[in-house]
């Protein structure tokens, strides 16, 4: 009796010793064709156990279904400690979830030892093992196939189309409407006043568009707001340079200037070679341009588009002979030597807004506002969801994530 | 000395290396026709470099060798499992249109291939744009303020922490602050003026956090050459630096002295 | 004629766009494949398109020497060293830079000649922030002068002697970069990815045709 | 004092010069040695990298032309030295077509020194066009995308590229970018939909840019500029061009401080003067 009950004693301690929790098969356990891929993949889930731990192990194996409906020999695909594969939060969707939050996900892609190919069936089950027990998973049966839409990235699609409609919405109105709202921007006063100082001391005006071809946003804004410089200059007749590195834009940029000229009725003021070019290299520009500078000595230097490192050898020249400098780039690495450098800086966006601004081109107009409307979106979506995230743990809900996914980035 | 030590190639070459980082130096001094000589070599030089490196990438290794794999024989034949390859000869034909360019009465072909090349290139950019900088930005930039620990919840002040709470609520202002400076439908007014202003300060500090990483970027390139020349200044090579570093002097000495009076520099 | 001249090419960048747009959400082998085939098109047609900025370079050149321009002679500089490095990569050295371990002629060229041009070329602004250091960069405005303290933080903490002589620009420094920086370079990039993403949806959809080249519909 | 400021702002620039000039020379010729502190950003990815088991496959783009290689060659170097340690199987390529020379005379020095062989355990893929569509080909194929190596030898069946056939079997991609085409391009196109785990090392010029990436996990390490390279030096004890370069750093950093610093006292001195001090 005694002994009995000293075995028996012995058994559990040294049960409780090795595994607290006793050797069960998987629950839930079920196979599943990889969601939101290429085929050739199959996926497992199974629900989370108290007993898994690093030394527990599971075995995933896999057996092909025969053209006769019966399963073939089964192979060990892979082994990994039970305490492992989770899914965590933000990893699937809510909307399309292959199994709740803390069940185990595995997926198996095809290998060359056990090729896995799409429209075949496949048996699968989990063997647990810890010390030299073990115990089985029912088996579970999945085919893979390929699949026609990622649904985790139907957000992703989602956006694209919201602000596709936005977009269009927005230039249709400013085409009814081109002079919408949109609010004054401070450097574009001070194009009035350089433009007047330099008729004053009669001394000429410089404008660069920058180091971009036409195919650039900040080279297409450039030129638009050269054709509005090039109005005033030709109301106060003052004389224009705008020395060139690119072929084409110094074509666009003749026509953007006569056009000027011609609308506010000075015709017969327009010079043809203020449009002028210099070379395509860098530095051979830019050292032509200083000595323009350093020579002429320009009331007014504007240098919208986009710069390279030559910004600060121009800006810096161009500060040391007085000269009033305006800025407008979307280069953001040069912005700082603008910044610092210039009377008046226009920060990458402003520069295209002052283009839309000054032109009223509706599909300009109607694209800031489009660009806009998105912003407040995203804005509004970052208050709420930080509101919503603090919520959600102070009130310890998950139901938080029904907004919140919207915004996460799924693969 | 063990001078010769040094290939006779890499000894030339040194020199050269010093010669034309002189010239170019030589800028600092002004404009001048040493400069213009190296300047015009490296783009001449480039342009040379770029085109066999064109050449043997894109013409020789991804359609001459896949085409030669071919058997056109085989495909009179009937035999059309070579045809695949002869897929390069689809992009050829539209990389050809993009030089009709040059030939003004058909360069309007061109636009064709443009429109399949932008075209492709919009297309394939909208979603992994709004992937990877859009929604996976919106992310990370929303997070819960409080952390929730051993049953109480704590807002954490640690600012040396990036994902303190703290923290978060400041890039929070900063995001936020910027995206409306960058409003363009709303005055700038009341409480727009504030947070305009604050995208401001943001902007700023931003902006000389790049100016600072900026300036040791270019002192790095400086300290780059200067080790070259430091290099190539022993007697290994022959005093290269010193010795072209006074050259160079004299020949700009020579060139001021022997332009006209008053003219300025080109 | 007109329809090959404008409306064909609208056309195609509206199916290549749409199609390729929506290829991203399609893990299908179908499309797997498509994208496969047209980005590795894409390789040889930008191999094209390169030849095209060398080749209006080459042009620009050649009318300064046919025209004997002022400063003539340096484009026939930049011609020689063209036309050397093209015979010796193509004829000498068959391309390659190394043969065998051994540097071969073109590399030659290449490690003596372009690499110090070029590096010298931008070393030079070294010098030009030391300049504009002291003649330009003032703290005219409140602005100004935050940008400046900050910039002068951030050149303090990210060298050895700064961090020696005042360590806590370091951590200062660390917080500049990865919370202040951080959030302006995160609502920058948002503000210009929608940008982007406006650009190529005007693009796709024929608003936007500047890329098209030669102006207005001629 | 207004005289003499005027007088000082008016200094030929060419003195300004000088200063720099000795700045950078005497440190170079008499280093001082201070001590290199160590960034989370940069342990980030000495850390994965010293994690990775032997055999794993290190992608490093080396995307940067000759003009920034005093900042990003030190870099590339110590990450090479430190992947070959390991003995990683490396895999180089450059998007920068005027630095393919350079970054394959980095890989052909390095794996020299470390008795590394081509093809076996390293290859260099060379440059090819395309960037974004350059990427999605190698994602869907690496074979495709480059038939042959720098070298023009087949890349198929090399032994380095046993068990690869795109850029999801990639363990960890580096690019060291100067620009454009360069780190943000490599996550947008590649590991956006290939999944691999990635890092940067950049420019100066580029660094700040990359913050947002790096905090939300899209980049797990940032290695910036020449002080980012010393770092990596020191984490691998194995001190090159970056650690020497320090010094000569730190002198320039501060002239320069020193410069903005007059600069202002001036500006402020002379500001009391009508209109615009030009």
């Given amino acids: 009796m005694i002994l009995v009950s000293l075995f028996l004693l012995l058994l559990i301690h040294g049960a409780a010793f090795a595994a607290p929790f006793p050797l069960t098969p998987p629950e839930g356990f079920r196979a599943l064709d990889t969601p939101n891929d290429a085929g050739t993949s199959i996926s497992l889930v199974w629900k989370a156990s108290p007993g898994d731990s690093k030394d527990r192990k599971v075995q995933v194996w896999l057996a092909e279904k025969k053209a006769n409906g019966s399963v073939g020999e089964f192979k060990k695909i892979t082994e990994l400690p039970s305490k492992s594969r989770y899914i965590k939060p933000g990893d699937f969707p809510w909307w399309d979830q292959p199994a709740a939050k803390g069940d185990h996900y595995v997926k198996i892609p095809s290998s060359q030892s056990f090729p896995i190919e799409d429209g075949k069936g496949y048996a699968a089950k989990l063997v647990i093992r810890e010390g030299d027990q073990e115990v089985s998973s029912p088996v579970s049966e999945a085919t893979p196939a390929p699949n026609w839409v990622n649904l985790a990235q139907i957000n992703n699609l989602a956006f694209v189309v919201v602000f596709t409609g936005i977009l269009l919405t927005s230039i249709g109105a400013s085409r009814r409407n081109p002079h919408m709202y949109l609010r004054r921007i401070a450097g574009l006063d001070a194009v009035e006043e350089a433009i007047g100082r330099s008729t004053e001391m009669g001394r000429p005006i410089l404008y660069l568009t920058g180091a971009g071809d036409m195919g650039d946003v900040s080279t297409i804004a450039a030129t638009v707001i050269l054709g509005e410089v090039a109005k005033k200059v030709a109301r106060y007749d003052t004389t224009l340079k705008v020395p060139h590195r690119d072929p084409i834009v110094m074509a666009v940029c003749q026509e953007v200037v006569k056009e000027a000229y011609v609308e506010v009725g000075r015709p017969d003021a327009y010079r043809e070679d203020s449009n002028f070019f210099i070379t395509g290299d860098q530095f051979s520009y830019t050292a032509a341009v200083d000595g323009i500078m350093l020579r002429e000595k320009p009331a007014a230097n504007f240098f919208m588009g986009s710069y390279f490192a030559e910004s600060l050898l121009l800006t810096e020249t161009g500060a040391s002979t007085g000269a009033i400098q305006i800025a407008g780039t979307d280069s953001d690495h040069q912005l700082p030597f603008f910044v610092t450098t210039c009377d008046y800086t226009l920060i990458g966006e402003e520069l295209y807004a002052a283009s839309a601004y000054l032109s009223r081109e509706p599909v300009l107009v109607g694209t800031l506002r489009g660009q806009d409307i998105g912003k407040a979106i995203i804005m509004a979506a970052l208050i709420l969801g930080t509101t919503l995230a603090t919520l959600g743990v102070l009130v310890q809900s998950d139901a938080v994530n029904y907004i919140l996914d919207l915004f996460k980035d799924f693969k | ?266 | ?218 | ?278």
């Fill in chain 4, 1 to 278: 004092m207004k005289e003499f400021a005027r007088w000082m702002v008016s200094i030929d620039r060419r003195i300004i010069f000088v200063l720099i000039a000795l700045g950078t020379l005497l440190p170079l010729l008499h280093p001082f040695g201070l001590p290199i502190k160590v960034s989370p950003e940069v342990r980030g990815v000495y850390d994965y990298i010293e994690n990775l088991p032997e055999g794993s496959v290190f992608f490093l783009s080396l995307d940067f032309d000759p003009s920034s290689k005093p900042e990003l060659e030190p870099q590339a170097v110590a990450l090479l030295r430190h992947a070959f340690r390991k003995h990683l199987r490396v895999i180089g390529m450059t998007h920068w077509l005027p630095g393919t020379g350079l970054a394959d005379s980095i890989f052909a020095r390095v794996a020299k020194e470390m008795g590394k062989q081509a093809e076996k355990d390293y290859v260099f893929l060379g440059w090819s066009p395309g960037t974004g569509s350059l990427v999605i080909a190698m994602g869907q194929d690496l074979y495709k995308a480059f038939p042959s190596d720098n070298a023009k030898h087949p890349t198929v069946g090399m032994p380095v590229l046993e068990g690869v056939r795109n850029l999801r079997d990639v363990n960890y991609l580096i690019s060291l970018a100067a620009g454009n085409p360069g780190i943000e391009m490599w996550y947008v196109f590649g590991k956006d939909k290939y999944r691999f785990e990635m890092a940067g090392g950049s420019t100066g010029v580029m660094a700040p840019g990359l913050y947002p990436f790096l905090r939300s996990g899209q980049i797990n390490g940032l290695i910036g500029g020449l002080q980012g390279a010393a770092e990596y030096e020191t984490l691998i004890g194995q001190k090159g061009t970056a650690v020497a370069g320090m010094d000569a750093q730190s002198a320039d950093h501060f002239v320069i401080i020193t410069l903005v610093l007059l600069c202002n006292v001036f500006y402020f001195v002379l500001r009391g003067d009508k209109g615009r001090p030009a």
């Fill in chain 3, 1 to 218: 004629m007109i329809f090959f001249k404008r409306q064909l090419p609208l056309a195609i960048t509206l199916i290549m766009g749409v199609v390729f747009a929506l290829q991203y959400y399609i893990p299908h082998p179908v499309s797997e494949d498509a994208i496969t085939h047209l980005s590795k098109w894409m390789q040889i047609i930008s191999g094209f398109a390169m030849v095209l900025g060398l080749a209006s370079l080459f042009q620009v050149h050649a009318m300064k020497i046919k025209r004997q321009v002022p400063g003539w002679g340096y484009s026939g500089i930049l011609f020689f060293a063209m036309l050397a490095t093209l015979a010796v990569g193509l004829f000498w050295s068959k391309g390659e830079t190394t043969a065998n371990g051994v540097q071969t002629a073109f590399g030659w060229i290449y490690s003596y000649t372009m690499v110090p041009l070029q590096a010298t070329m931008f070393s030079i602004l070294a010098f030009f922030i030391a300049s504009a250091a002291y003649r330009a960069f003032r703290a005219r405005s409140r602005e100004a002068a935050l940008l400046l303290t900050a910039a002068v933080v951030v050149m303090m903490g990210r060298v050895p002697l700064g961090q020696f002589l005042l360590p806590w620009t370091w951590d200062v420094t660390q917080w500049l970069l990865n919370v202040i920086n951080s959030a302006v370079r995160r609502a920058i990039l948002i503000g210009v990815s929608m940008g982007s993403v406006a650009l190529s949806l005007k693009i796709i959809l024929g608003y936007e045709r500047s890329y098209l080249g030669g102006g207005k519909d001629q």
């Fill in chain 2, 1 to 266: 000395m063990p001078e010769h030590l040094i290939p006779t190639h890499a000894l030339i070459g040194a020199w050269i290396a010093v010669g034309l980082t002189l010239f170019i130096f030589s800028f600092l001094y002004k404009d001048n026709p040493l400069f213009k000589i190296g300047e015009h070599l490296y783009v001449g030089i480039s342009v040379g470099y770029s085109v066999v490196v064109v050449w043997y990438t894109v013409f020789i290794r991804l359609i001459w060798e896949e085409i030669a794999k071919g058997n056109p024989m085989a495909i009179l034949g009937g035999d059309f499992s070579d045809l695949k390859h002869y897929e390069p000869l689809i992009p050829v034909m539209i990389g050809l249109l993009i030089w009709t360019r040059f030939i003004p009465k058909i360069a309007w072909l061109s636009r064709l291939a443009f429109a399949f090349v932008v075209g492709f290139g919009s297309g394939v950019a909208i979603p992994r744009t709004v992937s990877s900088t859009i929604l996976k930005q919106i992310e990370d930039t929303v997070n819960p303020l409080l952390t929730m620990s051993n049953g109480g919840f704590s807002f954490s002040l640690d600012l040396a922490n990036p994902q303190s709470g703290v923290n978060t609520v400041i890039l929070l202002v900063g995001v936020i602050s910027v995206l409306f400076y960058f409003f363009f439908s709303v005055e700038h007014s009341g409480a727009g003026y504030v947070t305009a202003r604050t995208g401001v300060y943001f902007l700023m500090i931003g902006f000389g956090a790049a100016f600072g990483y900026t300036v040791m970027s270019r002192m790095s390139l400086l300290i780059g050459r200067f080790g070259d020349l430091l290099k190539f200044s022993t007697a290994d090579y022959g005093y290269a630096t010193p010795i072209l570093l006074l050259l160079t002097i004299v020949c700009l000495v020579i060139w001021e002295r022997s332009r006209p009076r008053g003219a300025g520099s080109e």
